[in-house]
């Protein structure tokens, strides 16, 4: 069974500075893909970015961007420039196409930005 | 506009009286699934389904029916809803190919008393 562990239950960060959420998955699957979701207090499921685990080059989206290390397993989201918008749940997911398309979610990092 | 409908926003019912949440989605997906979300435990799948009329378990599916009678969709059904049930509930939809991400309705918090 595939797992997905978010070790950080919460965590803060000052307005303007960098923030690194973790993230680290369990599966014997060589090909799948990974994905961090935003939960804003609306609870509106917003995706962040997204990673093919057969790509080596790191995803990017304007102020987010990911360190894949497949070997380690893990997935971890930067946050740079923090904003005041980005408080919020966030959530890693891993997929996988042979178990009927089952996203994964772990169980959620809370992130407060501060002013 | 590109959406997922889900409905109600905010339900609350008693023990033992059936309920539906209904789900639809413009964007022609064949996948479609139902999450729930508890605190310190993220998203769990209920059911999911690859195309119509065909649907499947997913980790949680005790105490849940769902059915897939057309492409845009998928509601829920509590036949007999106890507090464990509990939660704040999530449809989502994909177009059910590599990469593509889960487009999410707006959740429906159920409280059974």
């Known amino acids: 069974a595939q797992t997905v562990t978010q070790s950080q239950p919460e965590m803060s960060v000052q307005e303007a500075e960098t923030v690194t959420l973790s993230c680290t998955y369990d599966t014997s699957e060589n090909n799948y893909y990974l994905f961090w979701y935003k939960q804003p207090p609306s609870r509106q499921m917003i995706l962040v970015i997204r990673?093919?685990?057969?790509?080596?080059q790191n995803a990017t989206e304007n102020r987010f961007s990911v360190n894949f290390q497949k070997a380690a397993k893990s997935f971890s989201l930067k946050i740079s420039d923090s904003q005041l918008g980005d408080t919020a749940m966030y959530f890693c997911a891993f997929m996988n196409l042979n178990y009927g398309q089952n996203f994964v979610f772990g169980p959620g990092t809370r992130l407060s930005v501060l002013p | 506009e590109a959406q997922v409908t889900q409905n109600p926003r905010y339900l609350i019912t008693v023990t033992g009286k059936k309920l539906t949440v209904t789900c639809s989605q413009n964007?022609?997906?064949?996948?479609m699934s139902w999450y729930r979300q508890d605190p310190g435990l993220g998203l769990r799948q209920i059911y999911y389904?690859?195309?119509?009329?065909?649907?499947d378990k997913g980790d949680v599916p005790e105490g849940y029916k769902v059915s897939r009678k057309e492409k845009r969709n998928f509601p829920l059904i509590l036949e007999s809803p106890s507090p464990n049930q509990t939660s704040l509930y999530f449809c989502?939809?994909?177009?059910?190919?590599?990469?593509?991400?889960?487009?999410f309705g707006n959740g429906t918090r159920l409280t059974v008393t």
């Open positions: 964007m022609n997906h064949e996948y």
């Open positions: 989502a939809s994909s177009p059910g190919t590599a990469n593509s991400p889960l487009h």
């Open positions: 389904s690859m195309n119509v009329e065909v649907t």
């Open positions: 990673q093919e685990a057969y790509k080596q």
